[in-house]
């Protein structure tokens, strides 16, 4: 899927969060970093009872180049929001980077070993999720999240059926 910019990507992550029973904070600016003139601001946060406070890093690629875009996350995950604060002293246990991974130029068995080999490049090396927006479609008429699919931290959101 293409999108014309990270926000109108997140947008849609945002709506479906919500729709699932999730609060969300976009552009979310760390405790200590408030009065600075230029802080660091978290693309989304999104919390429910039963997961407690998730971050997530938002990146809009469409070809192999984005490497270097996920190579930035990383950084700003590691470097400026882990060992920040939120809304008055909340640490933040589970950060994620969510992308576009699905592009119509590239196999869909191409596409499941890149994503596979992110998914535990991320978890084995910086203890980052991978975060993936499915939207539905003609086969199924819903959206959902799945954060680290197939792995024993895996989670799924979503799957409610659009009326």
């Known amino acids: 899927m293409n999108y014309k910019s990270e926000e109108k990507f997140l947008d849609k992550i945002e709506i479906?969060?919500?729709?699932?029973?999730?609060q969300t904070w976009r552009e979310v600016i760390p405790d200590l970093c408030i009065d600075w003139k230029m802080p660091y601001r978290v693309d989304l946060i999104f919390y429910r009872n039963d997961l407690g406070y998730i971050g997530v890093e938002g990146k809009n690629i469409?070809?192999?180049?984005?490497?270097?875009?996920?190579?930035?996350?990383?950084?700003?995950?590691?470097?400026?929001?882990?060992?920040?604060?939120?809304?008055?002293?909340?640490?933040?246990?589970?950060?994620?980077?969510?992308?576009?991974?699905?592009?119509?130029?590239?196999?869909?068995?191409?596409?499941d070993l890149i994503k596979t080999f992110l998914k535990n490049f991320l978890n084995t090396r910086y203890n980052i999720s991978m975060m993936e927006f499915i939207e539905g479609n003609k086969k199924f008429n819903y959206d959902y999240i799945n954060i680290d699919p197939y792995t024993k931290k895996s989670l799924t959101i979503g799957g409610k059926k659009h009326e």
């Not at 479906?16 to 999730?22: A, H, I, T």
């Not at 809304?87 to 980077?97: E, P, V, Y």
């Open 62 to 111: 469409n070809t192999l180049r984005g490497a270097k875009k996920i190579s930035c996350a990383i950084d700003q995950i590691n470097i400026k929001y882990r060992n920040q604060t939120y809304f008055k002293g909340n640490l933040i246990s589970r950060w994620c980077i969510v992308a576009p991974y699905d592009v119509d130029w590239m196999s869909k068995e191409a596409l």
């Open 16 to 22: 479906c969060l919500k729709e699932n029973g999730c």
